[in-house]
Structures are given as C-alpha cells and as structure tokens.
C-alpha cells in the first residue's frame, strides 16, 4: 500500500479564519507604526494562495490600499450587521425578562455584548484611519514600498491620490 504525503501549507482554514478575524478586530500596529497595513497586507498575501480567489484578493488588497489616499468610513453593510446583532439581543433580553426567565438573558446579551464591542473597536479604527494625518499616510506608503507589499508605481499612484486628497481639502476650506 502506498502511503501519500501532503503538505499542508500555514494557509490553511485557520489562518483564513485568522485573517477573518483580524478583519473584523484588528491588530496594533508594530515597530512604532501608527497604521496596521504592514501587518494586514503581509496576513493577506500569506493566506491569498489558499483561501482567496484572485479577483477576492484585488478586490480586498484594493480596499486596504484605498484607505490610504480616502477618508475611510464604516461600511454601511458593517453598520446594518453591527445594529441588527445588538437589535437581537436587545429583543432577547427584553424577551426573557418579560417571561421571566432573567436566568436565560444571558443568552440573547452575547450578541450584543460582541456586537457592542466590534462596533467600538471599529468605530476607533475608522476615526483613526479618517485622522491619518498627511505626513503619515505618504510615511506608510513609503513603508509598503520598502517592505515589497505594493509596487513602486502603485505607491507614486497612491502619493498621487493622497497628494489630490489634501488639495481638495485646501481648496474647499479656502472657499
């Protein structure tokens, strides 16, 4: 009987789900960094190969990259899931006290207890992301460069996008 080896890489289901995860409840950012792109974008290329189609890894790497040169904002689908889970458990709460039942509310105060907690955790790192300051974000863009996670045209791209950003911003308080 022949015996088959496989290598099973680190890109396996519980690095995807890793990278899920620090989707959703993201890392500090190391080395004195202000920013996790680094982190996010090295997690993301890592597990790209076995989790990730290509299309899905353009679309989510485009997404890290265009936070960058934006003013980034929680996306509504984030917000509509966020307030539908506290919603729940409220109603789970208010549900098993009204058939007294106190000792059960713990159940439906999960889901909002999570869903309160990724909702602060998220609404800090777009208020972070939306703070970046100019200087930081042509700073991280240089540190992507060095670090081969984005090409030296797409980091002029991206200076070119930030650059426009913060002219926009200049002539709008001018007017």
């Given at each position: 009987?022949?015996?088959?080896?496989?290598?099973?890489?680190e890109?396996?289901?519980?690095?995807?789900?890793?990278?899920?995860?620090?989707?959703?409840w993201?890392?500090?950012?190391?080395?004195?960094r202000?920013?996790?792109?680094?982190?996010?974008l090295?997690?993301?290329?890592?597990?790209?190969?076995?989790?990730?189609?290509v299309?899905e890894?353009?679309?989510?790497?485009?997404?890290?990259?265009?936070?960058?040169?934006?003013?980034?904002?929680?996306?509504?689908s984030?917000?509509?899931?966020?307030?539908?889970?506290?919603a729940?458990?409220?109603?789970?709460?208010?549900?098993?006290?009204?058939?007294?039942m106190?000792?059960?509310?713990?159940v439906?105060?999960?889901?909002?207890?999570a869903?309160?907690?990724?909702?602060?955790?998220?609404?800090?790192?777009?208020?972070?992301?939306?703070?970046?300051?100019?200087f930081?974000?042509?700073e991280?863009?240089?540190?992507?460069?060095?670090?081969?996670?984005?090409?030296a045209?797409?980091?002029s791209?991206?200076?070119?996008?930030i650059?426009?950003?913060?002219?926009?911003?200049?002539?709008?308080?001018?007017?």
């Amino acid at each position: 009987m022949k015996t088959h080896t496989v290598n099973v890489e680190e890109t396996t289901p519980a690095s995807a789900i890793g990278l899920i995860c620090q989707s959703i409840w993201e890392t500090r950012a190391t080395a004195g960094r202000r920013h996790t792109l680094i982190e996010r974008l090295t997690k993301l290329r890592d597990t790209k190969d076995g989790f990730l189609t290509v299309c899905e890894y353009a679309e989510i790497r485009s997404e890290f990259l265009g936070e960058l040169a934006t003013r980034p904002r929680m996306p509504f689908s984030q917000v509509l899931i966020t307030i539908t889970l506290c919603a729940t458990g409220f109603a789970g709460i208010i549900y098993c006290f009204l058939h007294h039942m106190p000792g059960i509310a713990l159940v439906p105060a999960m889901p909002l207890a999570a869903s309160g907690l990724i909702w602060w955790h998220r609404e800090r790192d777009y208020a972070a992301k939306w703070n970046f300051s100019h200087f930081n974000r042509l700073e991280a863009v240089n540190e992507l460069a060095e670090a081969a996670l984005i090409s030296a045209e797409e980091a002029s791209t991206i200076r070119g996008r930030i650059a426009e950003m913060y002219e926009d911003e200049r002539v709008a308080c001018h007017q």
